[in-house]
Structure formats: C-alpha cells, structure tokens
C-alpha cells in the first residue's frame, strides 16, 4: 500500500484505546491507515501533571504496537524529545499533515471526549476538502439521543433517577423488576469512617512495573515536561498504572479478591499516608477505554452473586460506574458548551498557587493538614479518590469562593484519570455548584468537623475544626460558616439546605462581623500566593 492509495484513515485519540471500538467496524487493514499522534499541545492546554501525560503515552504506544501485531498499518507520530524541533505541536496540526501526506478518500474517528476536539476535528478535516465522519462512541451505555430524550423537559437532572432507569433498563442487580434486596441505593450503609485504630494492614494494589514502551514513554516526559506538577515530588518513578488491556483485567481481579469487601463500608473514608485503601485505582483504565464498563459491571454483580462482595458495596460501585460515570458524560454532551462558563455562585478568587506546587510560596507546608495530606498524595500520584476530591480539594476552593473555571483547569490538568466529560460537570456541578443546581440539588458544603469525622487529617493539624474564630480557628470551618453568610438569601428558604442555613439564624452580628473579618483573612493570605 503507497500513501496514496489510503481509503480511510481512521483517527485514534488517547482515551479510545479500545480494539472493538466501532472505528474498526468494516475497516480494511489493506486499505485504511490507524492514525495516532502524540502532540505537546494536549498536555499544555492546561498544565497536565506528569504522570497523565505517561499514562496516555504509554497507553497510545501499546496500543499501537498490538495494532501492528494484529496486521494494521499504524502511522504514530511520538512526542519529539525537545520542544524547538517540535513542529506540530497541536493534534489539528497533526492531523492536517497526516491528510496531506496520505490523501486518504474519509478520514473517521470516535466522538471524542472533548467539546474542543470535536468542534476542532471536524473543521481540520473540512477544511482539507475530505469527507469527515465521526462515529458514536459505544463503549458508553448510555448514548446521548437517550439521554436528551430522558433529560428534556427536566429543570433538574438527578444521577438517583437516571441509575434505577439504567439498572432497569441493562438489568441490573435486579431480581425481576425489583431491586436484589428491596432498594436501588445502600449508600447509607457507605459512609463509615475507621476507629482510632485506622485502616489496619490492607493488601497493596496490583503494581505495573513498566516495560520497554512505557519506561520510553516516561524518559520523553521527563524530557518535555520536567516542570509540570509531579516533577519534584518525584510522580514519574511512582509509575506503575495499568497501561494495556490485560493489565487493567489484572487491576480488576485484584480489587475483587483484595479489597471489594470493603469498598461499600470505607469508599468515602480518609486516612494519613493510605492513598489506595479499598479502592479499585480502574478509573484510569475506564476512560482509555482499556476495559470495558459492561465487563467492570459484570464482574462485580458475578461477585456478589458468589458470596465475595457484600450487596451494599457491589451497588455502591455499580453506582459510580454505571450511574455516575454515564450520567456525567450525557450531562456534558448535553449541556455544553454553555456549562464550562457556569459560575452560579458567582466566585471570583484565583486558585491558591499550593494546589499546583504542595507547599505554600516560601516553601513551608500547607498548614492544613488535610490539604498537604491531600495534595501532596495528588501530587506524588496523579491520584486522589473521590471523597479527597469532593470534600478536601473541592470543598475548599467552593468555600474560599475560587472562580469554578480555574478549578475546573486544575482537575482536568492533575488527575491520571481526568478526561473532560467526566472531569467538567463532577467539578462544575457537583463539587463547585457552578451550573447553578442542574446536577445537584444543594451544595456540598460542610464544616472541618465532616474532615474529622471521616479521616485522621485533624489530629495531625494545629488547627480545631469546632472553631471559626481564632488563632486555632481551622480555616475549613471559619470559610464554612462565611459561605452560609454570604449565601444566606439564595439558600435559607431551600427545601433541602434550609436546615443547614438555620442555624445562621442563631449567629449574632460581632460573631458574623468575626467569622467574616477571618475568612476575608485567609483570602487575603491565599490571594497573594494565586497563581501557578
């Protein structure tokens, strides 16, 4: 085959590294060419942590390689070691000399996982007089004409009424038309914290010890992008995530045999030092695309079905996956791009410069404990779950009054995981109640005491989560009790956050004065030190 003799090229992104992917339905590997390229520009565009970059690299190159095994030609553009010899450094650029070099009749590619890349992918390949095809992604569940169809006409989109359609409608946990054990949700049985004796000894998580592919993959990361996050705290030696499809099985096996029974009880619960505890770390894998959803669902249904996964912890984790992971993407599609720009709240403050760095401007620890416990975890990982996430990172950029965008920037650029229709809506309407209450009824706002309750983050911290005031006032819970202040008239008369604002009522005005003179204390201190 010459380059000009190309039907299709058939484009293949970072995070759709499936080989049944409908790219390849009727392709001919005498005929057609799989493109990839690994280009600068989609580890700039916000300023990704190291190991992201790795783990999509590595993942690319593998893929490619078993596409090469498999009898596919595979044009793959690496990453140049130095920036100045770099001359496509956005994947539109890429894409435009792979058209005019292979002349192929239709270029096609997977709805991609950006509003960006989809707007951009289509408009290169136009403009270069070819015929542009993008194809549904159905790795997903869920596509998005069901989820218009279910989301029309709703002023608010509850993820709890979209999963018991989807258990209906995929079957299950479902014994019959009802629930295996009389309810859709268990979460109430999820919320345990550990005793003062902590999380005891747990089985480490399967580890990937990289390969030829992926150690080449991280020596060209360290080359371009020594000062990304991840740098100093050394993220890229911590490798070891699973990067092919027989590794993310492996990743599977592993939390059931090792960890599934105590997922439901501890999914939401914090310890010093214990990043992985009982979760599964096959986030990563799912948005690449290296294990399929319906196998994760599956294989964790088999294993309550046989005894091995108590039923509030197998519903609790089919919840995330197919509840809250297909909910969010058919949020996003259907809402953007208007929902990226959401600032419902209207916060105004600029990101403090320690969640990119893990340490204050003069070098000092971050004095919370509970964020340099968790960010200096995000840091040295890529990784945070989902509660370190929500209540740690996110609750304190929602209470500091952050602008949502530039916490939006910072998720999507830090987490091994993070893909933009995930990413953008857990952050925007769950953690930062940007879209205003589309997603999620109230906002997720609490006190240091929910940081005591649910880790051992407060007994290594000089501060006291039951004070708003003072020298020992835990910022957590001064900023807490500012934003109930602050947002009193939109929230006090709420159906399910009134309770939660009463008690401004019993706040006389020299405490309010106080809590406020404090809180715009710390914004001061933060503001100066904003900024990457």
Same mark, same amino acid.
């Given at each position: 085959?010459?380059?000009?003799?190309?039907?299709?090229?058939?484009?293949?992104?970072?995070?759709?590294?499936?080989?049944?992917?409908?790219?390849?339905?009727?392709?001919?590997?005498?005929?057609?060419?799989?493109?990839?390229?690994?280009?600068?520009? /989609?580890?700039?565009? &916000?300023?990704?942590?190291?190991?992201?970059?790795?783990?999509?690299?590595?993942?690319?190159?593998?893929?490619?390689?078993?596409?090469?095994?498999?009898?596919?030609?595979?044009?793959?553009?690496?990453?140049?070691?130095?920036?100045?010899?770099?001359?496509?450094?956005?994947?539109?650029?890429?894409?435009? /000399?792979?058209?005019?070099?292979?002349?192929?009749?239709?270029?096609?590619?997977?709805?991609?996982?950006?509003?960006?890349?989809?707007?951009?992918?289509?408009?290169?390949?136009?403009?270069?007089?070819? &015929?542009?095809?993008?194809?549904?992604?159905?790795?997903?569940?869920?596509?998005?004409?069901?989820?218009?169809?279910?989301?029309?006409?709703?002023?608010?989109?509850?993820?709890?009424?979209?999963?018991?359609?989807?258990?209906?409608?995929?079957?299950?946990?479902?014994?019959?038309?009802?629930?295996?054990?009389?309810?859709?949700?268990?979460?109430?049985?999820?919320?345990?914290?550990?005793?003062?004796?902590?999380?005891?000894?747990?089985?480490?998580?399967?580890?990937?010890?990289?390969?030829?592919?992926? *150690?080449?993959?991280?020596?060209?990361?360290?080359?371009?992008?020594?000062?990304?996050?991840?740098?100093?705290?050394?993220?890229?030696?911590?490798?070891?995530?699973?990067?092919?499809?027989?590794?993310?099985?492996?990743?599977?096996?592993?939390?059931? /045999?090792?960890?599934?029974?105590?997922?439901?009880?501890?999914?939401?619960?914090?310890?010093?030092?214990?990043?992985?505890?009982?979760?599964?770390?096959?986030?990563?894998?799912?948005?690449?695309?290296?294990?399929?959803? *319906?196998?994760?669902?599956?294989?964790?249904?088999?294993?309550?079905?046989?005894?091995?996964?108590?039923?509030?912890?197998?519903?609790?984790?089919?919840?995330?996956?197919?509840?809250?992971?297909?909910?969010?993407?058919?949020?996003?599609?259907?809402?953007?791009?208007?929902?990226?720009?959401?600032?419902?709240?209207?916060?105004?403050?600029?990101?403090?410069?320690?969640?990119?760095?893990?340490?204050?401007?003069?070098?000092?620890?971050?004095?919370?404990?509970?964020?340099?416990?968790?960010?200096?975890?995000?840091?040295?990982?890529?990784?945070?779950?989902?509660?370190?996430?929500?209540?740690?990172?996110?609750?304190?950029?929602?209470?500091?009054?952050?602008?949502?965008?530039?916490?939006?920037?910072?998720?999507?650029?830090?987490?091994?995981?993070? &893909?933009?229709?995930?990413?953008?809506?857990?952050?925007?309407?769950?953690?930062?109640?940007?879209?205003?209450?589309?997603?999620?009824?109230?906002?997720?706002?609490?006190?240091?005491?929910?940081?005591?309750?649910?880790?051992?983050?407060?007994?290594?911290?000089?501060?006291?989560?039951?004070?708003?005031?003072?020298?020992?006032?835990?910022?957590?819970?001064?900023?807490?009790?500012?934003?109930?202040?602050?947002?009193?008239?939109?929230?006090?008369?709420?159906?399910?956050?009134?309770?939660?604002?009463?008690? &401004?009522?019993?706040?006389?005005?020299?405490?309010?004065?106080?809590?406020?003179?404090?809180?715009?204390?710390?914004?001061?201190?933060?503001?100066?030190?904003?900024?990457?």
């Amino acid at each position: 085959m010459t380059e000009s003799s190309v039907r299709h090229l058939l484009v293949v992104l970072g995070d759709q590294l499936n080989a049944d992917s409908v790219l390849f339905d009727d392709a001919d590997p005498t005929r057609d060419v799989v493109w990839m390229a690994e280009v600068a520009g /989609e580890a700039t565009h &916000v300023w990704s942590h190291q190991s992201r970059i790795a783990l999509f690299l590595a993942a690319m190159r593998h893929f490619a390689a078993d596409r090469r095994v498999d009898g596919w030609r595979v044009d793959y553009r690496e990453l140049p070691a130095r920036a100045e010899t770099d001359a496509l450094p956005t994947l539109e650029a890429a894409l435009v /000399e792979a058209i005019a070099r292979w002349r192929p009749d239709r270029v096609i590619w997977v709805c991609p996982g950006e509003y960006r890349l989809r707007r951009s992918l289509k408009a290169v390949v136009e403009e270069a007089g070819v &015929v542009a095809e993008e194809r549904p992604d159905r790795h997903f569940l869920v596509d998005e004409s069901w989820f218009g169809e279910w989301a029309g006409g709703r002023k608010t989109l509850r993820m709890e009424h979209f999963y018991r359609a989807q258990r209906r409608r995929f079957a299950v946990l479902m014994d019959g038309k009802e629930p295996v054990g009389g309810k859709f949700n268990f979460d109430a049985a999820n919320r345990r914290s550990f005793d003062a004796r902590g999380p005891g000894l747990l089985p480490e998580p399967a580890r990937f010890s990289p390969d030829r592919i992926t *150690r080449a993959a991280l020596d060209r990361v360290a080359e371009r992008f020594a000062d990304h996050p991840g740098g100093e705290h050394q993220a890229l030696e911590n490798f070891d995530w699973p990067v092919t499809p027989a590794q993310a099985e492996q990743a599977l096996a592993d939390f059931l /045999e090792q960890r599934a029974t105590g997922f439901g009880d501890y999914q939401d619960a914090m310890w010093t030092g214990a990043p992985w505890l009982y979760h599964s770390r096959l986030s990563a894998a799912l948005n690449l695309k290296l294990i399929d959803p *319906r196998r994760v669902i599956e294989a964790v249904q088999a294993a309550y079905r046989d005894g091995r996964m108590p039923l509030a912890a197998a519903e609790g984790f089919i919840r995330q996956v197919l509840g809250w992971r297909e909910f969010v993407r058919g949020l996003y599609w259907w809402a953007m791009p208007d929902y990226a720009a959401g600032n419902a709240l209207e916060a105004r403050e600029s990101l403090p410069s320690f969640y990119w760095q893990g340490r204050m401007p003069g070098g000092e620890a971050i004095p919370m404990a509970c964020l340099d416990q968790t960010i200096g975890q995000t840091l040295e990982l890529g990784y945070a779950h989902h509660i370190q996430r929500l209540m740690i990172t996110g609750l304190f950029a929602q209470l500091l009054g952050v602008r949502p965008q530039a916490v939006h920037e910072w998720y999507l650029a830090i987490y091994v995981d993070a &893909v933009e229709w995930v990413e953008l809506p857990n952050v925007m309407g769950m953690s930062q109640y940007a879209d205003g209450g589309l997603m999620a009824s109230k906002p997720y706002v609490a006190s240091g005491r929910y940081v005591q309750r649910m880790s051992n983050y407060c007994s290594h911290c000089r501060f006291d989560p039951g004070e708003a005031t003072g020298e020992s006032a835990c910022p957590f819970t001064t900023l807490y009790w500012d934003f109930l202040l602050r947002h009193r008239e939109r929230f006090a008369h709420h159906p399910r956050t009134a309770l939660q604002w009463k008690h &401004v009522e019993r706040i006389d005005a020299p405490r309010a004065a106080a809590i406020r003179e404090q809180a715009e204390a710390w914004r001061e201190r933060l503001s100066r030190s904003a900024g990457r």
